[in-house]
């Protein structure tokens, strides 16, 4: 039997949210995206700065570094065990346009569609806590490849890419994802290694 998932964990439910920010604030700050989606766990918190990256505010330079630090201090207080996310201010307060992040998520709303529809629950065995700390380091080592793979065009998205399917995988419990997302992770940092050192 297909498990229904949480309405408020699917991807269309984070777009959502971030847009309903976007009708109310002139600026969405980097601090506003954490504490809109902090109480549903750490997998959205993962998913959704990556997911931004990904889609057309990743081509501001800074902003993939941006979010990188963003995303490597929460992976890193997960792995502490603080359910309070602590960001610095010179990150909290960085902020972009309402009307990029209406684009932003009008052009991933398709991606939305397809990827509630097909991932749901299951296997969660592979997204159990342990594994899930385990993800998060790997987030942290993605994290640090960002800024220098600035350098490189489009080169950020290797590790983000990676990023949002982990945290993805952990927002859905999904352990078939897990699995997809742990492949991803290893070929992004071996990837993004020989980017670094070839460039």
């Given at each position: 039997m297909e498990i229904p998932m949480p309405s408020?964990?699917?991807?269309?439910?984070?777009?959502?949210?971030?847009?309903?920010?976007?009708?109310?604030?002139?600026?969405?700050?980097?601090?506003?995206?954490?504490?809109?989606?902090?109480?549903?766990?750490?997998?959205p918190l993962l998913f959704v700065p990556a997911l931004l990256v990904i889609s057309p505010l990743g081509a501001i330079p800074t902003v993939p570094s941006l979010f990188a630090v963003a995303?490597?201090?929460?992976?890193?207080?997960?792995?502490?065990?603080?359910?309070?996310?602590?960001l610095p201010q010179m990150v909290r307060e960085r902020s972009v346009e309402d009307q990029s992040i209406h684009h932003a998520t009008d052009r991933l709303r398709p991606w939305a569609d397809?990827?509630?529809?097909?991932?749901?629950?299951?296997?969660?065995?592979?997204?159990?806590?342990?594994?899930?700390?385990?993800?998060?380091?790997?987030?942290?080592?993605?994290?640090l490849m960002v800024p220098p793979l600035e350098l490189v065009p489009f080169a950020a998205l290797i590790p983000m890419l990676a990023i949002a399917l982990l945290?993805?995988?952990?927002?859905?419990?999904?352990?078939?994802?897990?699995?997809?997302?742990?492949v991803a992770a290893a070929a992004a940092?071996?990837?993004?290694?020989?980017?670094?050192?070839?460039?």
């Open positions: 408020d964990q699917s991807v269309n439910a984070l777009l959502d949210t971030l847009n309903d920010r976007a009708r109310h604030e002139a600026q969405v700050s980097v601090g506003d995206v954490v504490s809109d989606i902090g109480d549903r766990g750490l997998g995303i490597l201090l929460i992976a890193v207080q997960s792995l502490f065990g603080q359910s309070r996310i602590w397809r990827l509630d529809a097909v991932f749901r629950p299951r296997l969660e065995v592979l997204s159990a806590p342990p594994v899930q700390k385990f993800a998060a380091v790997l987030v942290a080592v993605l994290c945290g993805l995988a952990i927002t859905l419990n999904d352990g078939i994802l897990m699995a997809i997302a742990l940092l071996i990837g993004g290694g020989w980017l670094l050192i070839s460039a």
